[in-house]
């Protein structure tokens, strides 16, 4: 059995860009032109994040916390009903209010000794200890607008968001958005409509900067069609998909944009079943790529198609791309893969008898 056909690309691509050359190198066809100086967009309800994950094929949420539910029951905790129900005055252990509550403050009747809760402060668990859950304190949350959130890994996220403009970027302290994902705190998600799967990366870890959240989305951003090179490499080898479509052709080919509107059309009729792939002839780092199908220049451009976990795998030189081209090959391929699995399921059996 020989070696595998992306790890063996993987190998071939490392040995002729680095990753940070071939970063940039995606295919634009496939990617939006939003501004680089966009923030990421406030998602505040299920409704508007559903429509932001379905609205492109790789889109990123960062879900973090809110300190809505903190400063409303700071609030309660400084009320004067509060200090009624509870004369000894417990909050008084209460840490000082931090900059970002003061502005808060006056929504609370100008109470005297005003202090917030810091994020999950030993305080706020003492409370929970000593007066039981929240569900059962006299407490009505006021109504404040949505909050923006603020924390050390936000201000990575947003910094990361900035370095990637093709990339959509939405945040999230929404109970219900976080809830309705399963999704915890300070985790950021990467959708992939190809695969109709996420990727989660846990922000928790101080190690993780803007530098590792950008390297994260550009591995794992795999698109309808994902352009090959180093960087989306480990995404493509680690993809859940077994079946993976080649297109190689020269991208600096006037022909070239036509080629890619017809490929992406059948990328379509195969969503979720075969992953679809560009690589670029026209780059010197790819040429041992088209040595190891055994290809010249001239063949092209061409198409391959492989079974990930046995290396089985066809090549087909063709004049130019049409959709229905693309549709017999893939449809080949794949009759001809189901027939060697029902044949390796009926050798056991026969072997039994």
């Not at 309800?45 to 916390?65: L, M, R, T, W, Y």
């Not at 929240?134 to 006021?142: G, I, N, R, V, Y």
């Not at 976080?178 to 922000?203: I, K, P, Q």
Request: overall charge negative; glycine content about 4%.
């Amino acid at each position: 059995m020989g070696t595998s056909v992306f790890p063996c690309l993987f190998v071939i691509l490392l040995t002729r860009c680095s990753p940070a050359e071939c970063a940039g190198g995606s295919d634009s066809a496939s990617h939006s032109t939003a501004s680089a100086t966009d923030k990421p967009i406030l998602l505040n309800n299920i409704p508007d994040a559903e429509a932001f994950v379905s609205g492109a094929e790789v889109a990123v949420i960062g879900f973090f916390q809110s300190r809505y539910l903190e400063i409303s029951v700071s609030f309660y905790l400084n009320s004067t009903e509060f200090k009624r129900l509870h004369s000894s005055e417990p909050d008084r252990r209460l840490l000082p209010c931090s900059p970002s509550c003061q502005e808060h403050e006056a929504a609370a009747s100008r109470i005297s000794d005003i202090q917030c809760l810091k994020h999950g402060g030993a305080a706020f668990e003492q409370y929970m200890k000593t007066f039981g859950p929240l569900s059962a304190w006299p407490l009505t949350l006021p109504p404040l607008p949505p909050q923006d959130p603020q924390s050390p890994e936000a201000d990575q996220f947003r910094l990361a968001a900035g370095q990637i403009p093709e990339v959509p970027f939405g945040l999230s302290s929404s109970a219900a958005v976080l809830s309705h994902y399963g999704a915890s705190e300070n985790t950021v998600a990467l959708f992939r409509t190809v695969h109709s799967d996420r990727r989660d990366l846990d922000m928790n870890n101080r190690e993780v900067d803007a530098k590792k959240l950008t390297h994260f989305v550009r591995i794992n951003e795999l698109r309808l069609v994902t352009e090959y090179n180093p960087v989306t490499a480990i995404g493509v080898m680690q993809s859940s998909l077994q079946f993976n479509l080649l297109l190689i052709t020269d991208k600096m080919s006037p022909k070239h944009p036509e080629r890619m509107r017809k490929f992406r059309v059948a990328a379509e009729l195969y969503k979720g079943k075969i992953l679809f792939i560009l690589l670029d002839s026209n780059l010197k780092s790819n040429e041992r790529v088209l040595s190891y199908f055994q290809l010249k220049k001239s063949q092209l451009p061409a198409l391959a198609i492989f079974h990930t976990p046995d290396d089985e795998h066809e090549v087909l030189t063709v004049g130019d791309i049409s959709i229905e081209r693309v549709q017999d090959f893939c449809n080949r391929f794949l009759q001809r893969m189901t027939k060697k699995e029902d044949k390796s399921e009926e050798k056991p059996l026969n072997e039994e008898l």
